[in-house]
């Protein structure tokens, strides 16, 4: 397997002394005759998932892709665990046990009552979603 590689123009504003830190020591060569921007060069890299702890390629084309898109940031998940997230893990949503505002049936609900706020067991909860609601009446004058 070869590492891939991708060679960069950098065609960002110099900012002054922090540039001249960053490329002050690259050789003449390094820089590109026709723009004397520095040119950058990526190499194929393995990283560790922080996750599952596999080993995975993050790839001169990704590590270009992060360049253009000014990401400071290596990537921290491999691309299973990153579509783990995507998909949404299932939360576990904490039920409280409350006792209905309107008809006084014990039952629960997925958030803690805050105190003065009534709260509506399943039925009521859908008896007061079909009242229809009065339309306010604007009167022009």
Request: contains cysteine.
């Given at each position: 397997?070869?590492?891939?590689?991708?060679?960069?123009?950098?065609?960002?504003?110099?900012?002054?002394?922090?540039?001249?830190?960053?490329?002050?020591?690259?050789?003449?060569?390094?820089?590109?005759?026709?723009?004397?921007?520095?040119?950058?060069?990526?190499?194929?890299?393995?990283?560790?998932?922080?996750?599952?702890?596999?080993?995975?390629?993050?790839?001169?084309?990704?590590?270009l892709f992060f360049y253009?898109?000014?990401?400071?940031?290596?990537?921290?998940?491999?691309?299973?665990?990153?579509?783990?997230?995507?998909?949404?893990?299932?939360?576990?949503?904490?039920?409280?046990?409350?006792?209905?505002?309107?008809?006084?049936?014990?039952?629960?609900?997925?958030?803690?009552?805050?105190?003065?706020?009534?709260?509506?067991?399943?039925?009521?909860?859908?008896?007061?979603?079909?009242?229809?609601?009065?339309?306010p009446t604007a009167e022009?004058?």
């Open positions: 397997m070869s590492a891939a590689r991708a060679l960069v123009v950098d065609t960002r504003k110099s900012t002054g002394k922090r540039d001249r830190q960053a490329f002050g020591n690259m050789a003449d060569s390094a820089y590109l005759p026709v723009t004397g921007k520095p040119a950058m060069e990526f190499i194929d890299r393995v990283l560790k998932c922080h996750d599952c702890g596999a080993e995975f390629v993050f790839t001169a084309g990704e590590q253009d898109k000014n990401f400071t940031n290596d990537p921290k998940h491999c691309k299973q665990c990153k579509a783990k997230r995507v998909r949404g893990s299932q939360r576990v949503r904490s039920e409280t046990r409350t006792t209905c505002s309107a008809c006084a049936a014990e039952t629960t609900v997925p958030f803690k009552p805050t105190q003065g706020r009534p709260v509506l067991c399943r039925s009521c909860f859908q008896k007061q979603l079909e009242k229809p609601t009065p339309e022009l004058g």
